[in-house]
T-cell receptor, first 116, second 111 residues
Framework: EAGVAQSPRYKIIEKRQSVAFWCNPI?????LYWYQQILGQGPKLLIQ????????DSQLPKDRFSAERLKGVDSTLKIQPAKLEDSAVYLC??????????????FGPGTRLTVT | GIQVEQSPPDLILQEGANSTLRCNFS?????LQWFHQNPWGQLINLFY???GTKQNGRLSATTVATERYSLLYISSSQTTDSGVYFC?????????????FGKGTKLSVIP
């Protein structure tokens, strides 16, 4: 079974530029998550989708970050404009179900973003 | 929100040694995951363990939910075990079940 796919793996941009990340979850997984991991810390949730609807985006900096999950499968996360403090690894995760059963989450390889 | 504390923060082992990593959490949970983040940044699922004990090769984990802690045992450590070990618990907030991670234990296994 293929795992969670992400691209690109690395990205270097200058501050105030824009960037987009792509995620393809495990086939059949209804729930998709984007996490941000700053160096030396554990990942923190940015946004959670259930199929193509947003469940939780309370920690997403909406003035610069946006995300969508069209057709309930692939997802993109965008940052515009980027700030220096956005330098981090962006992790996508997926799980089979959500709600009554809190299911195991599986993570992709991540995208390492450096903002200069 | 729920607090997750891991100890020790750093651990250096000689190859072949055994170790125990601890995860304490501040509220009752109905599942817990252990991950290994390798030097390339990939989070690898080790255990999904809401309670009891599970074993997978040289690794085993025990969660005592009533006492709000979990332990990860690594036996006969190898250099490939190096990396950061995270525990994570689901936190119900704003209608979602996000995982709240500890700060991790950085393990270095030296030959």
């Amino acid at each position: 079974e293929a795992g969670v796919a992400q691209s690109p793996r690395y990205k270097i941009i200058e501050k105030r530029q824009s960037v987009a990340f792509w995620c393809n979850p495990i086939s059949g997984h209804a729930t998709l998550y984007w996490y941000q991991q700053i160096l030396g810390q554990g990942p923190k949730l940015l946004i959670q989708f259930q199929n193509n609807g947003v469940v939780d985006d309370s920690q997403l900096p909406k003035d610069r970050f946006s995300a969508e999950r069209l057709k309930g499968v692939d997802s993109t996360l965008k940052i515009q404009p980027a700030k220096l403090e956005d330098s981090a690894v962006y992790l996508c995760a997926s799980s089979l179900v959500w709600g009554a059963t809190i299911d195991e989450q599986y993570f992709g390889p991540g995208t390492r973003l450096t903002v200069t | 929100g729920i607090q997750v504390e891991q100890s020790p923060p750093d651990l250096i082992l000689q190859e072949g040694a055994n170790s125990t990593l601890r995860c304490n959490f501040s509220d009752s949970v109905n599942n817990l995951q252990w991950f290994h983040q390798n030097p390339w940044g990939q989070l690898i699922n080790l255990f999904y363990i809401p309670s009891g004990t599970k074993q997978n090769g040289r690794l085993s984990a025990t969660t005592v939910a009533t006492e709000r802690y979990s332990l990860l045992y690594i036996s006969s450590s190898q250099t490939t075990d190096s990396g950061v070990y995270f525990c994570a618990v689901p936190h119900s907030g704003a209608g979602s079940y996000q995982l709240t991670f500890g700060k991790g234990t950085k393990l270095s296994v030296i030959p």
